[in-house]
């Protein structure tokens, strides 16, 4: 605060009590206007009006918190850009196996239909390439139920939104983990139909 400004603020006080009828002030009274005074110049440094301190003050304090709440949406884009990454990942991953063994599959189920001796189990091998068939399945399921979740948490169903979205999110993981586990499952049942034929 300027010291103007308390010279003004002391005639100010002054001539309010004078206009009330008021001759006299008891030291004591005038020691207590002054202590209040005194906490007011405190408060904003010299040469600044205390609005304009108080006000500075606030702006900085909404500088602070606007970068800090940017600072908190960049994390979390940047954390929702990586887990969409991932499970894109998984999602390809798990059609790309379970596919892939299922075309060797049946590649090498031809080739034991066209030679003269069949040797191998061919009801293990078909129930390996039923489990690669069923993880394709299962992959396209969770491919499908990540669009649920999305949408969901995108707020296209309405009241129904958060629900779908987590539904779709957990129909999504439970399909990707089942197409792993069901490519294990198959290649398990091929390596026993080869091995024990």
């Given at each position: 605060m300027k010291s103007s400004e308390v010279v003004q603020i002391f005639k100010g006080a002054i001539e309010s009590t004078k206009q009330n009828g008021i001759d006299k002030v008891s030291i004591k009274d005038l020691e207590a206007y002054a202590a209040r005074l005194e906490e007011a110049v405190n408060e904003s440094p010299e040469g600044v009006n205390a609005g304009e301190a108080n006000m500075e003050k606030y702006r900085a304090d909404l500088n602070a918190w606007i970068t800090a709440r940017q600072h908190q949406y960049e994390h979390n884009l940047e954390m929702l850009r990586s887990v969409i990454t991932v499970g894109q990942s998984a999602l390809k991953s798990a059609l790309l196996i379970n596919g892939g063994a299922a075309v060797a599959i049946l590649a090498f189920l031809g080739r034991l239909f066209a030679s003269e001796s069949v040797s191998l189990s061919i009801g293990g091998l078909s129930l390996a390439l039923l489990q690669f068939v069923w993880?394709?399945?299962?992959?396209?399921?969770?491919?499908?139920?990540?669009?649920?979740?999305?949408?969901?948490?995108?707020?296209?169903?309405?009241?129904?939104?958060?629900?779908?979205?987590?539904?779709?999110?957990?129909?999504?993981?439970?399909?990707?983990?089942?197409?792993?586990?069901?490519?294990?499952?198959?290649?398990?049942?091929?390596?026993?139909a080869i091995n024990l034929g």
């Open positions: 993880g394709v399945l299962a992959a396209a399921i969770a491919a499908g139920a990540t669009y649920f979740s999305q949408a969901g948490y995108g707020g296209e169903f309405g009241s129904w939104s958060r629900r779908v979205g987590v539904g779709g999110h957990i129909v999504a993981v439970l399909g990707v983990f089942s197409a792993y586990g069901l490519f294990g499952v198959g290649a398990w049942q091929a390596y026993l």
